[in-house]
């Protein structure tokens, strides 16, 4: 039982990052371009606060200026108008219709929110206007882009295509999991061929004998199964092996 209940927290340590990693993404943000996630993994687009991302869709023109405001006014996109432009206090986001005429005002940089679920986006809520930035990562390019997908006035999407869209580890480190996937494979290896020294030169063991604590080796797959029981199961103490556990499954 003992036993049962060691290699079942075991295994739980083991696979429990995956299945956290599979099922969301938490990333909690640090600053405007800046979110930490678990396992020393982080989003960072604020190598983009350099650049100007332009994009053009029919009749609309987006200015994206990621990580910071920028005051924008009609005569700096060369329009002549004497209205007063809703960016000129500053947006991060702004959007000229070339329709009306109109600069409109899509987010500030503080508006925006990355989300703590698959995909990965950025986004902003400005007034009632909604704007979603799915980051996509291209690892190997060294430009970014920006696709307008969606636009009807009051939601807009976009897909920022850049290797800062990715998420990145910040000490390529090795997981919990990893160091005590070493840590016991090391100790069971001394442990193995320590104790075949053991067995066969002090007491003289042959051939299978040598191998140390044979019976519980022998019933080990046994306990594997018990094991990935008490995994699939969701770790719960209560569901440790008992004969109705395998009719169960
Ligand atoms: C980005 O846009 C701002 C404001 O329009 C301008 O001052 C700056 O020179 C532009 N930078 C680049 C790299 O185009
Ligand atoms: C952007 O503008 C907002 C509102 O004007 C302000 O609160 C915020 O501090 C500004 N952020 C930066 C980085 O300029
Ligand atoms: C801007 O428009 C006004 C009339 O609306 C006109 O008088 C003026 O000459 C225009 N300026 C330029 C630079 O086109
Ligand atoms: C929200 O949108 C409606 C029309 O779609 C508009 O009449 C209203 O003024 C908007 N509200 C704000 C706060 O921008
Ligand atoms: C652009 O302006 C036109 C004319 O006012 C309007 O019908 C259209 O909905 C606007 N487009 C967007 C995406 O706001
Ligand atoms: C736009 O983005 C929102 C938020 O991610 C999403 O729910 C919606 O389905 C997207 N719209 C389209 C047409 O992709």
């Known amino acids: 039982m003992i036993k049962n209940t060691i290699l079942s927290i075991f295994l739980c340590i083991l696979f429990s990052n995956r299945i956290h990693s599979i099922e969301e993404f938490v990333c909690i943000e640090t600053s405007v371009c800046l979110c930490n996630s678990y396992d020393n993994k982080y989003i960072d687009i604020s190598p983009l606060g350099k650049t100007n991302l332009t994009v053009e869709n029919q009749n609309l023109r987006f200015f994206f200026y990621p990580c910071r405001n920028v005051s924008l006014d009609y005569k700096d996109i060369g329009v002549n108008s004497t209205a007063t432009s809703d960016c000129a206090s500053g947006a991060t986001l702004c959007v000229y219709n070339t329709t009306d005429q109109k600069l409109t005002n899509l987010g500030i940089v503080t508006e925006g929110k990355f989300s703590n679920f698959y995909p990965k986006t950025l986004s902003f809520l400005h007034g009632n206007k909604s704007t979603t930035v799915l980051l996509e990562c291209t690892p190997d390019f060294d430009i970014s882009y920006l696709v307008n997908s969606v636009s009807d006035g009051n939601h807009y999407n976009f897909t920022l295509f850049s290797p800062?869209?990715?998420t990145k580890t910040a000490h390529p480190g090795l997981s919990v999991g990893s160091t005590?996937?070493?840590?016991c494979t090391t100790i069971f290896g001394v442990y193995l061929i320590g104790g075949a020294l053991v067995l066969h030169f002090?007491?003289?063991?042959?051939?299978?004998?040598t191998i140390p604590n044979i019976e519980f080796w022998s019933s080990l797959p046994g306990l594997v199964k018990d094991g990935t029981i008490f995994v699939l199961t969701g770790c719960n103490p209560m569901v440790i092996s008992s004969a109705d556990t395998y009719d169960k499954i």
Not at 180 to 183: A, C, E, G, Q
């Open 202 to 209: 002090l007491r003289g063991a042959r051939g299978r004998e």
């Open 164 to 166: 800062h869209s990715c």
């Open 180 to 183: 005590l996937l070493i840590l």
